[in-house]
């Protein structure tokens, strides 16, 4: 069976550190997302809560971005059985689903980012200096 990944906001967190008119300059931003629990969901449908936490950190310190949330993974009450006993045992939760939290939180804060007027915390896609100066 096929898992359904829902994931929702507990807490956002932006802050520019500088000035709205301060020039940015040359910035990098290192993020850093963070698997907290993995939790048996009580309910009518078979489930785990898998808690997260997102962070942007940008150099020079002109902005901050902090992501809370959880994912609820529901599916084969077996498959579950088998994510959650791989997580007690400290290993990571599915490629998939990492994915689907990945997105969500990167999304988030590249919104949170453009709110701010700060850096997005994804790199963009580069154009080669050889592909620039190709004949069109």
């Known amino acids: ?8 906001l507990k807490k956002v967190n932006g802050e520019r550190l500088n000035g709205v008119t301060d020039p940015l300059g040359s910035t ?8 907290a629990k993995v939790e048996k969901q009580n309910g009518l449908t078979p489930a785990l809560k898998a808690s997260f936490e997102f962070v942007a ?25 088998i994510i959650y ?3 007690a045992n400290k290993r990571p939760l599915p490629v998939a ?5 990945s997105n969500f939180a990167f999304v988030t804060a590249t ?3 453009q709110n701010l007027n700060v850096p ?10 050889s592909a620039a100066q190709l004949p069109l």
């Open 28 to 35: 990098t931003v290192d993020t850093n997302l963070s698997l």
């Open 57 to 81: 950190k940008y150099t020079p310190a002109i902005a901050s971005i902090q992501l809370s949330g959880v994912a609820v993974i529901t599916g084969d009450e077996q498959e579950l059985a």
């Open 111 to 113: 919104l949170t980012a």
């Open 85 to 87: 006993n791989e997580c």
């Open 97 to 101: 689903v990492m994915q689907v939290i």
């Open 1 to 8: 069976m096929v898992l359904k990944i829902e994931v929702y």
């Open 120 to 129: 997005w915390p994804i790199p963009l896609p580069q154009i080669p200096n």
